[in-house]
């Protein structure tokens, strides 16, 4: 089954750029969601078709996919976007059925 | 405004089954996908599964298939996740979340149903 990699954890300081990575065979040929999910809150998506803003979210939040890896990057980041990001890919099945995977979370801790 | 309204926290014994609702107000579009997604706690986002409330087409992820049973009521737009032979692990928060078709995102989600499993 396919599958998406993230790192568990990514550190940055106010006002810096963090990058997220999600990586997965020939990922840049599927589009990439990525949600934000605060403690105790449902996910909220934030990028949709590996690159665009649903309204309501920030310009600083953008996403890039190619190759293997899609990227989340959250410029200027602020004490708010700490949170879990998830990322999500649809997979085609051996017998032609699409299914949704998930990466594993990063924690993104704002310090 | 778009809501996903689900049900109440529920506690089964191991062995039980679960039903969860999921009501869908306020969508512009007539049709969408609903999707459950699994979350155990402290761990990451599991997808569970999808249905097509028009056409009533469901799709399972491979690990659910068998135990999950995934249904709609078009009329009070509502989806249902049913989980049986509960067990531990199934200790969750299940999420459902809406998905318009060509778009590919979830766009909306519900707030989440706790169940827990214990004796």
């Known amino acids: 089954s396919y599958e998406l990699t993230q790192p568990p954890s990514v550190s940055v300081s106010p006002g810096q750029t963090a990058s997220i990575t999600c990586s997965g065979d020939?990922?840049?040929?599927?589009?990439v969601c990525w949600y934000q999910q605060r403690p105790g809150q449902s996910p909220v998506l934030v990028i949709f078709?590996?690159?665009y803003r649903p309204s309501g979210i920030p310009e600083r939040f953008s996403g890039s996919n190619s190759g293997n890896t899609a990227t989340l990057t959250i410029s200027g980041t602020q004490a708010m976007d700490e949170a879990d990001y998830y990322c999500?890919?649809?997979?085609?099945?051996?017998?032609?059925?699409?299914?949704?995977?998930f990466g594993g979370g990063t924690k993104l801790t704002v310090l | 405004e778009v809501e996903l309204v689900q049900s109440g926290a529920e506690v089964k014994e191991p062995g039980a089954s679960v039903k969860i609702s999921c009501k869908v107000s306020g969508y512009t579009r007539t049709d969408y996908y609903i999707h459950w997604v699994q979350q155990a706690p402290g761990k990451g986002l599991e997808w569970m599964g999808l249905i097509n409330p028009e056409d009533g087409e469901v799709i399972y992820a491979e690990k659910f298939q068998g135990r999950v049973s995934i249904t709609a009521d078009t009329s009070a737009d509502t989806a249902y996740v049913e989980v049986s032979s509960l067990r531990s692990e199934d200790t969750a928060v299940y999420y459902c979340a809406t998905d318009p078709p060509g778009v590919d995102k979830f766009d909306y989600w519900g707030q989440g149903t706790l169940v827990t499993v214990s004796s």
């Open positions: 020939k990922l840049g040929d599927k589009f």
């Open positions: 999500q890919a649809w997979d085609t099945t051996d017998v032609g059925t699409n299914t949704v995977v």
């Open positions: 078709q590996d690159n």
